[in-house]
């Protein structure tokens, strides 16, 4: 199992970034793939689920902000986020719901 996350960056306040997460060795269009975070001296934290079918669930402090989606043909997630604030800031992962392995992380900064 792989993941592989890009896409991170520095950015302004109320600036946009998308992030990617390319996956190998499991079955990418049965899975749930889920998008979390982890700020300096934080704990990590759930951000955003996407479904196998699309559906979406998010943390409330992301809700109308960020956008969870998916290309099952081509075995990748997508985590879009506007509307950046500094306390997103975090080094942003994605996993295979339920299971352990993780990426390398994309970091985001935002910060003017």
């Known amino acids: 199992v792989q993941l592989v996350e890009s896409g991170g960056g520095l950015v302004q306040p109320g600036g946009s970034l998308r992030l990617s997460c390319a996956v190998s060795g499991f079955t990418f269009i049965e899975a749930i793939m889920t998008w979390h975070r982890q700020a300096p001296g934080k704990a990590r934290e759930w951000v955003a689920t996407v479904a196998p079918g699309g559906a979406t669930f998010y943390t409330d402090s992301v809700k109308g902000r960020f956008t969870a989606s998916r290309d099952n043909d081509n075995g990748a997630a997508y985590l879009e986020m506007n509307s950046l604030k500094p306390e997103d800031t975090a080094v942003y992962y994605c996993?295979?719901?339920?299971?352990?392995?993780w990426g390398q992380g994309t970091q985001v900064t935002v910060s003017s």
């Open positions: 996993q295979e719901a339920g299971t352990s392995t």
